[in-house]
């Protein structure tokens, strides 16, 4: 990452490969961490990036033009009523608006992904037990994942279901498709909720906004091509 990170200013996320470790604080029974981190514990992580976190946590908020990103951690408690809970409730409800019209939530682990993966599934369906009113109730835009290492784009959709646009829900995005090994099993039959699906391409995503039209392209690394693209529109 050396030859980008010496030229692009880039702000990170904590996931699994990071933080956990046997006998962290969250643990829940659901869950499926491990030890990803092979005993790094996020120290390397929270002492190599210097980003924005809130005070001894793992979550944030900035803005970058008239957009407003917000960063959790789906390695750390994010159940109702947590601390990480209260502060995306409050952060989400801070937000100016006018100034910045877009909000995009960005978290390691993808709140909708059709990868076959049971365990990570169970993952997914909690974080939307948790927070999937928030992200409705603060008409955040677009939710970007990994985890999974391939490309997957919604519907608008809440609860499972596509909405319809004034309903407001995001758009959940997860690019995992950035350069390690694609993995290849999706749940079939697809579901009505995945728009578009793909593990055959590297690529990476590029977003453009104006004051009310919001425009993201997954791009092709080997030749550029625009293998998916979509628009929100106010």
């Known amino acids: 990452i050396q030859p980008v990170a010496a030229r692009v200013p880039f702000l990170v996320v ?5 933080s956990d470790y046997i006998g962290q604080p969250f643990n829940p029974i659901w869950s499926n961490y491990g030890n990803d981190s092979d005993g790094e514990c996020g120290i390397p992580t929270r002492k190599r990036f210097l ?4 005070d001894n946590a793992w979550w944030y908020g900035y803005d970058y033009g008239n957009i407003h990103i917000v960063a959790i951690s789906t390695e750390h408690n994010f159940t109702v009523g947590s601390e990480q809970w209260l502060w995306l409730n409050d952060h989400l409800k801070s937000i100016d608006r006018k100034k910045t019209p877009w909000v995009i939530l960005c978290g390691h682990r993808p709140f909708y992904s059709s990868g076959d993966s049971e365990d990570d599934q169970l993952m ?4 939307r037990s948790e927070l999937e009113d928030l992200l409705l109730n603060y008409q955040v835009d677009v939710v970007l994942g ?13 609860k499972e279901k596509c909405v319809s646009p004034d309903v407001r829900a995001p758009v959940h995005v997860v690019v995992g ?3 390690i090994e694609l993995e290849q099993g999706w749940i079939e039959p697809q ?3 995945s728009s578009f699906r793909s593990n055959s391409a590297y690529g990476h ?3 453009t906004t104006t004051e009310t039209v919001l425009t993201m392209e997954w791009i092709e690394c080997k030749e550029g091509k625009v293998l998916d693209q979509f628009k929100i529109e106010k």
């Open 14 to 18: 904590v996931g699994n490969h990071e």
């Open 51 to 54: 980003m924005p976190w809130e």
């Open 177 to 179: 498709s950035a350069g």
């Open 191 to 193: 579901p009505s909720w």
């Open 124 to 127: 997914s369906v909690h974080f």
């Open 205 to 207: 995503i590029q977003l």
């Open 146 to 158: 990994g985890h999974y290492h391939n490309y997957e784009r919604t519907c608008s959709v809440y």
